[in-house]
């Protein structure tokens, strides 16, 4: 069965991911079109460089193509973000990546986006998945992609980066990168996210060599996606070659990852508090942030050092991007490397996130460790343990589920618990601050337990009763 999760639907090439599912996917969306009368624009197609995408992309366009909606396709790999702003700047109803974003080289999937820009919401992803369950087995109706193209039912968008690029370098300083003159390793861990960051920089006369840059759809055996362990390699050419920064993506350029000049990995959380903190603080802006329920609870008290509020949301791009619609937000982000900034595009943009952290380390002249030592004089030490304990048994799953959220059942605690919440998952919220989650994950088969406090000590403490109560 077709099923999507907080990042679209994602399934093993070859077992799941089939032609058959690709096609009957692209169906259910071509039925969702005609059933809201949104047939009229073209829908954009991109894809990322793993294995079977371009193909899967080429799949996708045939359905629609048949079913009489116009293709824009990309001519190249083409990230996430670009997809999404191209949907945002052109005024179209829909777009789709084939992408599974970070996970494992023998993933691939569907990431269907909508007007705005968006990541389709749960409304509407549910009722793809109800309209590909009602499809007749028979293959959906293809035009042939290059007898598509011949009668313009699919065509290749002229130049479509440049304004998604020409959007960043007007929102950036690209006199203080110019100024600085920093040096920067840049990991595009084989990923198609390379090409806009690398324009920018050049652009703003930074010095940026590359790695990874050649096609590798398994990804030179590593996880595409920019955690400590992947990124080994990077941190140790930025120490070695004596760079200001190393920087990475991962495989669909939605995800940052930073390596700071003395070769320490910058964590996602750091990434959101730092940028958040020099928004508000160094250049004037106004306005709340938004994070998920598995992020630092240091962008609260920044936030409160401001005046503002910092909200709270479930995992899943699509709840950050909302919260910031609703409340005006200044950023918002989720701490397994995705963030946002008002005015940009409505989803995660390594691109641009990267190079306002270049601006930020440009304009205040300090690296990202001694970023983080002011916030820690200036809020205290916030750390953070995280277990992914792979789960492929459905039935054990919904054990621990009906545990957890229906009989709502806790570990022992030796700290005293101010409040429960069930959102996203179980997350209990101490006295003093500390806090400790354990939910599903949306797109890969692991139960996920983190937890937060001064130390990561007593973090730990906290994953390990939970992982202890549940038997994992």
């Known amino acids: 069965m077709i099923r999507f999760g907080t990042g679209g639907w994602r399934a093993v090439i070859g077992e799941d991911f089939t032609q058959e599912n690709v096609r009957r996917v692209a169906a259910g969306i071509l039925a969702l079109m005609r059933e809201e009368g949104r047939t009229d624009r073209p829908v954009v197609i991109g894809y990322d460089r793993r294995f079977l995408s371009e193909p899967a992309a080429r799949w996708t366009a045939e359905v629609l193509a048949a079913g009489g909606v116009d293709v824009w396709f990309m001519n190249r790999s083409a990230p996430t973000p670009l997809v999404m702003f191209t949907v945002m700047n052109r005024g179209l109803h829909y777009g789709i990546e084939i992408t599974a974003s970070h ?3 023998r993933y691939d999937g569907v990431k269907l986006v909508v007007g705005e820009g968006r990541d389709a919401p749960p409304e509407t992803t549910r009722r793809v998945e109800e309209l590909v369950a009602a499809l007749p087995d028979a293959t959906p109706p293809l035009l042939p992609f290059d007898e598509a193209v011949a009668a313009g039912r699919i065509a290749y968008p002229k130049n479509p980066f440049n304004p998604f690029i020409d959007s960043i370098l007007a929102r950036i300083d690209v006199a203080a990168l110019r100024e600085r003159g920093l040096r920067v390793l840049f990991d595009t861990m084989h990923g198609s996210g390379a090409y806009p960051l690398l324009v920018v920089f050049y652009t703003a006369r930074c010095t940026i060599d590359t790695m990874n840059m050649n096609k590798d759809a398994w990804f030179d055996g590593q996880m595409p996606a920019p955690n400590p362990k992947s990124l080994s390699s990077l941190a140790d050419a930025v120490v070695k070659g004596g760079y200001d920064l190393g920087i990475a993506m991962d495989g669909d350029g939605d995800r940052l990852g930073i ?17 958040y903190d020099y928004l508000v603080r160094c250049k004037g802006w106004r306005g709340p942030v938004v994070r998920n329920v598995a992020t630092t609870h240091l962008l609260d008290r920044i936030a409160e050092s401001f005046g503002e509020k910092c909200h709270e949301v479930p995992v899943g791009f699509k709840h950050v991007s909302a919260k910031i619609d609703e409340t005006d937000a200044v950023l918002g982000g989720e701490s397994s490397g995705g963030l946002t900034v008002r005015g940009h595009i409505h989803g995660k943009d390594s691109a641009y996130a990267a190079s306002l952290f270049a601006e930020m380390v440009s304009v205040t002249g300090k690296s990202p460790s001694e970023l983080a030592a002011d916030l820690e004089a200036r809020f205290g030490a916030f750390r953070m343990a995280e277990d992914a ?6 039935a054990r799953k919904a054990a621990v589920e009906r545990l957890l959220l229906e009989e709502k059942k806790l570990p022992s605690f030796a700290d005293e618990i101010e409040r429960v919440g069930y959102e996203d998952g179980c997350k209990v919220y101490f006295k003093g601050g500390d806090w400790t989650l354990c939910r599903f994950s949306g797109t890969e088969p692991l139960l996920r337990v983190c937890a937060e406090s001064s130390t990561e000590e007593k973090a730990r403490s906290y994953v390990d009763a939970f992982r202890s109560f549940l038997g994992v």
Do not use: H, K, Q, W
Request: with cysteine.
């Open 259 to 275: 390596i700071d000049r003395t070769g320490r990995y910058v964590s996602a959380n750091e990434i959101l508090c730092m940028l």
């Open 389 to 394: 304990i792979r789960f492929e048994d459905a």
């Open 103 to 105: 996970n494992p080289a």
